[in-house]
């Protein structure tokens, strides 16, 4: 309570009690926020004993940088339903959003800093022009058009999204120098791929219409995690699972058995084609750290399956 004889306060005191400024109550009081009890004869500001509270409440709520309009929103809130409606939570959800987003950036920052800071003096030059392409935060939108250009044309949606999830790497939020450079990296080489001349799909996938890519590509993103786990124990290529999966799913696509003959000429075609094993290395340079072994990635899973088939193969031709 005010201690004037009608319980009510000038901007002044309200100001002195709050700790603010009276320019900035004005500002409050004009912009709808903190509403006047009343004016003097003299035409005054007059605030009545809620406005305390109520001034302090828009203090605390700019504090965490929300706007004006979304302080607006939540104060009505407060006044109509209580705060029930959930204006504030969004908010600090919001705010919350766009910290994390800045602390990213500032350690991807900090991450490409000590990449130039620890490479010879002679190289900085050239790792500048290579990190200075990047957004902070890092961007995977350029990989994404990288892919969706090379997958088959008509490919359904789903599938579509399914191998962008398995082939587009998520930058960490707290990466090591190596990581920021094997970004850029990735981001360099799907902008300029092979040095300007278009990666081509694979000759092995350019027979399947939209449909069969679709089984083809979800047939192999199986054999994929197969393979994967086998990896992450450190086994050595073999004819087993993931090896069955993986032909099963050429076989699926291209409408035909699984047969010995089949798996000589898969083994064949998907020797002659189109490489882009950089890609791959770069992306399990990002998804790793220097101290553990390196994650696979559906390249080097795809890697691991043809050896297998080259390993059954050649058993079976010495049989």
């Not at 000038?10 to 002195?16: D, K, P, S, V």
């Not at 994967?228 to 058995?257: H, I």
């Not at 084609?273 to 791959?280: C, E, M, S, V």
């Not at 101290?291 to 193969?313: F, N, V």
Request: charge should be negative; charged fraction near 25%.
């Amino acid at each position: 309570m005010f201690s004037s004889y009608d319980g009510l306060c000038g901007i002044g005191e309200l100001a002195e009690r709050a700790g603010v400024s009276v320019k900035t109550v004005r500002f409050y009081s004009d912009n709808g926020l903190l509403p006047e009890a009343s004016r003097s004869v003299g035409g005054h500001r007059r605030y009545g004993p809620d406005s305390l509270g109520r001034l302090r409440m828009i203090r605390s709520l700019r504090t965490l940088d929300l706007p004006v309009s979304t302080v607006r929103r939540i104060l009505d809130e407060e006044d109509t339903a209580g705060g029930a409606g959930g204006a504030l939570e969004d908010a600090v959800a919001g705010q919350l959003r766009t910290l994390g987003s800045q602390l990213t950036a500032l350690r991807w920052r900090e991450a490409a800093l000590r990449s130039v800071q620890e490479c010879p003096a002679a190289e900085r030059p050239g790792r500048l022009r290579l990190i200075g392409a990047l957004t902070t935060p890092p961007d995977t939108a350029p990989l994404a058009r990288f892919w969706r250009a090379w997958l088959p044309a008509r490919m359904p949606a789903r599938a579509v999204t399914a191998f962008l999830d398995a082939a587009v790497p998520q930058p960490p939020a707290d990466p090591e120098p190596a990581q920021v450079l094997a970004f850029a990296g990735l981001c360099a080489m799907v902008s300029r791929p092979c040095e300007g001349d278009e990666v081509t799909q694979p000759h092995a996938h350019e027979a399947a219409g939209a449909r069969d890519s679709a089984v083809l590509y979800a047939g192999l993103a199986e054999s994929y995690d197969l393979a994967g786990a086998e990896m992450r124990l450190g086994r050595e290529p073999y004819a087993g699972e993931a090896l069955d999966g993986f032909v099963d799913a050429y076989a699926s696509a291209g409408r035909t058995a699984d047969t010995g003959a089949f798996r000589f000429g898969l083994a064949g075609r998907l020797a002659a084609d189109p490489r882009i094993d950089r890609y791959w290395e770069l992306t399990s340079e990002l998804a790793g750290r220097r101290s553990e072994r390196p994650e696979p990635t559906p390249g080097s899973a795809h890697d691991w399956l043809l050896a297998a088939l080259d390993a059954q193969l050649g058993t079976a031709s010495r049989a």
